[in-house]
C-alpha cells in the first residue's frame, strides 16, 4: 500500500479481499417464522393455487346472479356457510346461501351479495330455517367471488431470489403453505481490538487505562449491517497473545476486522504479527482513518482499521458498512447532498470524513472538528461530510456530498 492510495483504491482492495468469501457462502434452511430480514438464495415456485379454493369476498350472500337481475327480490335462506366449511354445498336455484367471509362458494352460485345490500327476516323462533332475505341490488357473475388461483397459480414464481424477507414476502410463503425457505448464509464477522490500554465497558478502570468504544462500535455496526458477529476479543500489545487470539478468531469467521495497531509508532502489535504473514500495512489518502492494512490468515480476510474511536467508526461506516450491507440485501449505503451552513476548511491531499449534523432544511454543519478522539461528537453527528482530496476550502451555501449514519 502506497501513502498515494485513494479511498476508493482501499474500498476496491477490501471488495476483492473478501469477494471469494461471498461466492463461497451458500445457502441454509430457515424457518419462515425466523427469516425475516435474511436474503433469499434461490427462486421458490408456488406448489399450490392462491386462492386454495373458490371463495367468498365478504359476509354476505351466495345466489346466482340471474336470480337477482331485477330488484328488490326476496329469496328463501337454505343454510349457512361458515368459514372453515368442509363439506360441499349445492346452493339451489330461486334461492340463497348465507356466507361468510373467505368461506367455500357453494356449486351453482356465481355471486355474492353483501350484507349491507340485504334484509333478513328469520324464521320461527329466529333461526335461519324458513328464513327470507330480501336483496335490494342486482349483481353480476362474479362479483364478490375470489376464484381459485386468481393471485397465483401453482408452478408460478412466488418469491425471487435475492429478496430482503419482509414480512409481506414471509406471509406468502405461509399462504402457500412453505415452512421453511433456504436463505444466504449470513457472513460470520470475528473483531478484535487492540491496545494494552483497553478495558471493558462494564468493568472497572484503572490508572492509564480506557474504555473499550471500538469493540462495541464495531460488533454493533456488524449487526446493523445485516451480518453475525462470531466473536469479539480483545488483544494487548504482546504479539504471541494477539497471534494466539487472532488464530481463534480466524477459525470461527469469514471475515476478521482489527482495531489498532497499524500505525507507525511502537507496539504496533497488528503490523508486527501480519506484516510477516504477507499483509499489506500502509497509509491512505484519509482523514481520519489513514492507517489502514489487509490479510489474508489461513484463508481468511482481515481487514485492518486504526485505533482511534473515530477513526475505527469512520473507517468502517466508508469500507466495510456498504459492502456487508450489499451482502445482507439491504440498500449498499445512503449517501445525498446538503448545504453548508458553516465554511470549512480542509487538508489538500486527504479525503476528509468531517461529522456533520443536518437540518430540517436540507442543510449541514459540522459537528466538531476533525480530531479521531472525539467520540461524543460522533454521537451527535447524523452524517459524514465528505470532502475530496483537492478542496481546501468550502464556503457556506456551497453543496456537499453526506454519507448517512
Known sequence: ???????????????????????????????????????????????????LFRNSQMDGFAVRAADVVSTPIALEVTGDIPAGHATPVTLIAGTALRI??????????????????????????????????TISRSRKAGEYVRERGSDLRRGDLLLAAGTR????????????????????????????????????????????????????????????????????????????????????????????????????????????VLE???????????????????????????????????????????????LLRRISGLPAECTGTRTLVSPIVSVHGKRQFLRGITGVDGTVALASGPSSHLVAAMARADVLIDIPLETTHLEVGETVTVWYL
Open 165 to 272: 424477507l419482509a414480512p409481506r414476502h414471509l406471509a406468502a410463503l405461509a399462504a402457500a403453505g412453505i415452512a421453511d425457505v433456504d436463505v444466504r448464509r449470513r457472513l460470520r464477522v470475528g473483531v478484535i481490538t487492540t491496545g494494552a490500554e483497553l478495558v471493558a465497558h462494564d468493568e472497572e478502570l484503572a490508572a492509564g487505562r480506557i474504555f473499550d468504544a471500538n469493540r462495541v462500535a464495531l460488533t454493533t455496526g456488524i449487526a446493523e449491517a445485516g451480518a453475525v458477529v462470531s466473536v469479539a476479543e480483545s488483544s494487548d500489545d504482546d504479539p504471541d497473545t494477539f497471534r494466539r487470539i487472532l488464530d481463534d478468531v480466524v477459525g470461527a469467521s469469514d471475515l476478521v476486522i482489527t482495531s489498532g495497531g497499524v500505525s507507525k509508532g511502537a507496539f504496533e502489535v497488528v503490523r508486527e
Open 276 to 322: 510477516p504473514l504477507g499483509a499489506s500495512v500502509g497509509s491512505i489518502a484519509m482523514q481520519p482513518g489513514g492507517p489502514q492494512g489487509t490479510a489474508v490468515v489461513d484463508g481468511v480476510p482481515v481487514v485492518c482499521f486504526p485505533g482511534n474511536p473515530v477513526s475505527t467508526q469512520v473507517s468502517f461506516a466508508v469500507f466495510l458498512a456498504p
Open 100 to 133: 361468510m367471509t373467505g368461506a367455500p362458494m357453494p356449486t351453482g352460485a356465481d355471486a355474492v351479495v353483501p350484507v349491507e345490500d340485504t334484509e333478513l327476516v328469520l324464521g320461527r323462533d329466529d333461526a335461519l330455517d324458513g328464513a327470507i332475505v
Open 1 to 51: 500500500m502506497t501513502p498515494s492510495a485513494t479511498v476508493d483504491d482501499h474500498a476496491g482492495l477490501i471488495e476483492r479481499l473478501v469477494a471469494p468469501v461471498i461466492q463461497a457462502l451458500g445457502a441454509e434452511p430457515v424457518a419462515v417464522l425466523d427469516a425475516l430480514g435474511r436474503v433469499s438464495a434461490a427462486d421458490v415456485h408456488s406448489d399450490v393455487d392462491l386462492p
